[in-house]
């Protein structure tokens, strides 16, 4: 069975710093699109980032040079730092799986995460 599963999420100030992981199981991540994805109340679902299966990263304008995203440490996880948070960035995070080539858009993903919230106070 294919599950994702986001950790890491919670309430900081504005300025800090919180580290998002995203486990897989029942596939392997690395030969997949996998997505970070945010939704606020109120709001459409936005696209974070997209790593693909080379490692390749792009990321939304809105967090370029503040978010991170790698492979993570434990086996088949991904991970999003998320460096000077902003009350902008408050939202419940999901990260995202898809088969072949990478897309930003998250109607193209096909599994999903039931997300982690993401408070950041000013």
């Known amino acids: 069975q294919v599950q994702l599963a986001e950790s890491g999420g919670g309430s900081v100030q504005a300025g800090g710093s919180l580290r998002l992981s995203c486990a897989a199981s029942?596939?392997?991540?690395?030969?997949?699109?996998m997505g970070w994805f945010r939704q606020a109340p109120g709001k459409e679902r936005e696209g974070v980032a997209v790593i693909d299966s080379a490692g390749t990263v792009t990321y939304a304008d809105s967090v370029k040079g503040r978010f991170t995203v790698s492979e993570g440490d434990a086996e088949n996880t991904v991970q999003l730092l998320m460096e000077n948070l902003k009350p902008e960035d408050t939202a419940m995070y999901y990260c995202?799986?898809?088969?072949?080539?990478?897309?930003?858009?998250?109607?193209?993903?096909?599994?999903w995460g039931q997300g982690t919230q993401v408070t950041v106070s000013s």
């Open positions: 029942g596939y392997t991540v690395s030969r997949y699109c």
């Open positions: 995202a799986a898809r088969m072949g080539n990478c897309r930003s858009d998250h109607s193209a993903f096909h599994d």
